[in-house]
């Protein structure tokens, strides 16, 4: 049975509409892996094995839409701007 999800419609508290050109990158040394920034993401990526990994999320299908990085409630996550699209 798949596990039901809230609403998108209902942001995480301090959620902000931008989108970013980067990622999300983790501070692994305070991640407990409890799950809840895998168990928010509208794409269902893995971002708890990330963490794990202290690799940043670059999947491409990443919305950083800020579920992950508002829900983790360690502040394990930020988002870490790029010249993903050749801007400074």
Not at 4 to 25: D, L, T
Not at 53 to 81: I, M, N, Q, W, Y
């Amino acid at each position: 049975m798949k596990r039901r999800r809230p609403s998108a419609a209902q942001p995480a508290p301090g959620r902000r509409e931008v989108r970013f050109a980067g990622w999300v990158v983790p501070e692994p040394v305070r991640c407990v892996q409890c799950g809840i920034c895998s168990y928010y993401c509208p794409i269902d990526i893995d971002v708890r094995r990330h963490a794990w990994r202290d690799e940043p999320v670059k999947d491409s299908h990443c919305l950083t839409c800020g579920e992950c990085v508002a829900r983790c409630p360690r502040g394990v996550l930020r988002f870490e701007r790029t010249a993903l699209f050749g801007g400074s």
